[in-house]
């Protein structure tokens, strides 16, 4: 397979998609067509067991888990009562109730997973608090959206566990690589909220005075997202638990935590079951699809020839790096974040490895950069989210314009982690000692 048949096929893959088809769809034709192509149809017996394979693999059965997870934790209202206890802490800082959005997003992420549930969950919370308090429409609906992007990087994260069932590398080891950079992300996006407050206040309606008792006595309210997290983190960074495991552990004390709240009931669960059992098909059909393209793609020998070809350019790591980050910035704009992955990943990552880049560094990379493209319009799906939440149904452009300044900052975080690799590698590699 020469680079030219692979343009050929990548142009022909976008085309499909940008038409419409699903991805799943165009995948498994291009697969499917493509191999019988090369090799005539003894190849279609060769991905009945890939396929088998992928379906019992143990790290994707971590996927349902996480999203029941966050169904458990979204409509037994917890979010809610996280989201009101945040704002009393957070709410009197320049910038107000935005940064509450970052940091409730942030601490809802740390138990979902999903980048949509989280921009879905705290911009329905959230919004009708700053609608009644007039915080600027652009720069409230941009602080949700962006703030649903921290789902896919800080830990759990479904899309961390796809990139390490992609890549074969350690779901372990890339749930603690995303801590720090999920932290630092956090705070730099409340920066960014301070900055415009100085820049240009909101004439807002001042917060309501609470007591330090009460903001004390509020802090209960966190206790089951702290929990969750701990014991997720805590299982695999002790050894006692894997990925799966864990999310299983995860599940029961969310499932006492709702118990405790009264919600705990058949019709509850039946909806937690059924939404969960929606979201895993998808992406467990996506993942499928991308396996049966990778069997053709792995024939046709299209690693050797993509690493020999990005050999012969001659390019350093570093600006391997940024040419990766155009393709993804670019990419981010016209597909899904699972859809990136699920295509590019199984090409991309050898590449990276015979360049000397750690394979664990990378995937928080990726999983950045797929993180920008949930707010690059024309398809950024985090940005259609919030649109739909909000109450007023005012213009689109107003959740485009205040999310892109935090798709700058992201940008620039993304360099920052190409000349400071230690952000990502630091935690890993201490605790492995």
């Excluded at 720069?139 to 961390?160: C, D, E, F, K, Q």
């Excluded at 979201?279 to 996506?286: D, K, S």
């Excluded at 992955?341 to 990379?365: E, K, M, R, S």
């Amino acid at each position: 397979m020469t680079i030219a048949d692979i343009a050929i096929g990548f142009s022909v893959m976008m085309g499909l998609l940008l038409i419409g088809f699903p991805v799943a769809i165009v995948m498994v034709a291009m697969g499917v067509v493509g191999g019988v192509l090369l090799y005539g149809p003894v190849l279609l017996e060769s991905m009945g067991p890939v396929l088998w394979g992928v379906q019992n693999e143990n790290v994707l059965t971590a996927i349902p888990l996480f999203i029941l997870l966050g169904e458990l934790l979204l409509r037994s209202g917890i979010a809610d009562r996280m989201y009101g206890t945040l704002a009393m802490w957070l709410g009197g800082l320049p910038g107000g109730l935005l940064h509450t959005n970052i940091g409730c997003c942030a601490l809802f992420a740390a138990t979902s997973g999903s980048s949509v549930a989280t921009a879905a969950t705290v911009g329905t919370v959230a919004l009708p608090s700053l609608n009644e308090r007039n915080y600027s429409s652009s720069r409230a609906l941009g602080s949700l959206a962006a703030g649903g992007t921290l789902g896919i990087l800080i830990p759990p994260s479904v899309n961390l566990l796809v990139y390490g069932s992609l890549a074969n590398v350690s779901v372990g080891q890339l749930f603690i690589a995303g801590i720090i950079p999920g932290i630092l992300l956090t705070l730099s996006f409340m920066i960014l909220i301070a900055l415009q407050h100085y820049w240009k206040p909101d004439d807002v309606s001042k917060p309501l005075q609470v007591s330090r008792a009460e903001r004390i006595h509020a802090l209960r309210n966190l206790i089951p997202p702290a929990v969750v997290f701990a014991i997720i983190m805590g299982s695999i960074y002790m050894g006692i638990a894997t990925p799966t495991e864990s999310a299983a552990l995860a599940v029961i004390a969310a499932l006492v935590f709702v118990w405790r709240e009264g919600r705990l009931s058949l019709s509850f669960l039946d909806v937690c079951f059924r939404q969960t059992a929606k979201t895993t098909g998808m992406i467990l059909l996506i993942i499928a699809a991308a396996f049966t393209l990778n069997v053709t793609l792995a024939l046709g020998g299209i690693t050797n020839a993509m690493s020999s070809w990005v050999g012969g350019l001659g390019l350093t790591s570093t600006a391997l790096l940024f040419a990766l980050m155009l393709f993804y910035l670019i990419l981010g704009m016209f597909m899904d974040v699972l859809s990136m992955q699920v295509l590019t990943i199984p090409v991309v990552v050898p590449i990276i490895i015979a360049a000397g880049i750690d394979p664990i560094w990378f995937g928080i990379f990726v999983v950045l950069m797929s993180e920008l493209g949930m707010i690059t319009p024309p398809v950024g799906m985090n940005l259609y989210v919030v649109q739909g939440v909000r109450s007023d149904k005012g213009p689109f452009m107003d959740v485009i314009v205040g999310a892109l300044p935090y798709a700058a900052i992201m940008l620039l975080f993304a360099t920052m982690l190409i000349f400071l690799p230690s952000i990502v590698m630091w935690l890993p590699s201490s605790l492995a000692r």
